[in-house]
């Protein structure tokens, strides 16, 4: 095990630099790079003095070289809005976004587990119409609707949760439960195929046959191997997660990485943009070699050699 992370750590290498050469060929292909650094009032000698200042006059090849080189330090650049390392601006807002996606992924959890589980159980019954109904409703819904929906109604209708910002626990509720709301229906019902499988296996007879309660049979010998293509999903659901979170953290103005990403991009605040894309990649890399990991503590018959 120890030597597969290793590997998969040393993988990771190709796969940023990859990340960092997307990043700065898109960088170019949407305009002058100096533009974002002039104003309209200034002189050609002005525009070019900062081009050579930035290292914008020299050859492509040699600009990537030297923004390698600074990335390697940690210097992203400096953000041109706030006048400080782009970085840090990213590492500030990184705790918000942590909070917000884990609370996310912890409602999701909560909410697909009983709901695909009950309804793999109970197939045609009333749980099982209520799961795959919202299952597909949920599919069908994007992100940001829900995220007003909740606002108009728990925020500005019934005044139950504030609808911005980042002051309590009770901010956490609508922007989280929204971030969810999409994760949650694609678990349910894949969850909900994977044990209508699962409990048609051989090994469940036998387990019953052993007189093992019906519970410790399902949630023992059943659940943990319907888990194995949920949890691949699972994995997966973190790039949209945190593509996700970008759009939310905007429409409940919650002072996260996404909504001062959108933010820079509109600003033309390369720097920044570059460190969030960054971090994000990290992140993603990251929560897939967890989710690998895990296979092997869920199925005893995954090993990584």
């Not at 749980?127 to 795959?132: N, P």
């Not at 090994?203 to 943990?224: D, F, N, P, S």
Request: no cysteine; aromatic share 10%; charged share 15%.
């Amino acid at each position: 095990m120890t030597r597969y992370i290793a590997r998969r750590l040393v993988l990771m290498v190709p796969v940023l630099l990859g990340v960092t050469l997307i990043l700065f060929v898109l960088i170019r292909l949407r305009g002058d790079p100096v533009a974002a650094f002039v104003t309209p009032e200034m002189s050609a000698a002005e525009v070019e003095a900062v081009r050579v200042a930035y290292g914008f006059d020299r050859p492509l090849p040699e600009q990537y070289a030297t923004m390698m080189a600074r990335l390697l330090q940690g210097d992203f650049g400096r953000s041109i809005r706030y006048r400080t390392p782009a970085i840090d601006l990213i590492l500030e807002r990184l705790p918000a976004t942590a909070q917000l996606a884990a609370t996310a992924l912890a409602l999701a959890v909560l909410i697909s587990l009983p709901l695909g589980l009950l309804s793999a159980l109970y197939p045609n019954s009333l749980i099982d119409l209520v799961a795959t109904t919202l299952s597909t409703l949920g599919r069908a819904m994007p992100n940001y609707w829900v995220g007003i929906m909740f606002i108009l109604l728990f925020g500005v209708q019934w005044r139950w949760f504030p609808v911005s910002g980042r002051d309590d626990a009770t901010s956490l509720v609508m922007p989280a439960l929204t971030l969810s709301f999409g994760i949650a229906t694609t678990l349910t019902r894949l969850l909900r195929s994977s044990m209508l499988e699962v409990v048609r296996m051989e090994y469940m007879v036998v387990a019953r046959a052993k007189g093992l309660r019906e519970w410790t049979v399902i949630l023992r010998h059943g659940l943990r191997n319907a888990l194995i293509p949920v949890l691949t999903v699972f994995g997966l659901q973190m790039a949209w997660l945190l593509g996700g979170a970008v759009i939310i953290e905007q429409v409940f103005a919650w002072p996260g990485m996404g909504r001062i990403m959108i933010q820079a991009v509109q600003g033309k605040d390369m720097a920044v943009v570059q460190a969030g894309v960054f971090i994000f990649a990290l992140i993603v890399m990251f929560s897939n070699l967890a989710v690998d990991v895990l296979y092997a503590f869920i199925d005893p018959r995954i090993r990584y050699s």
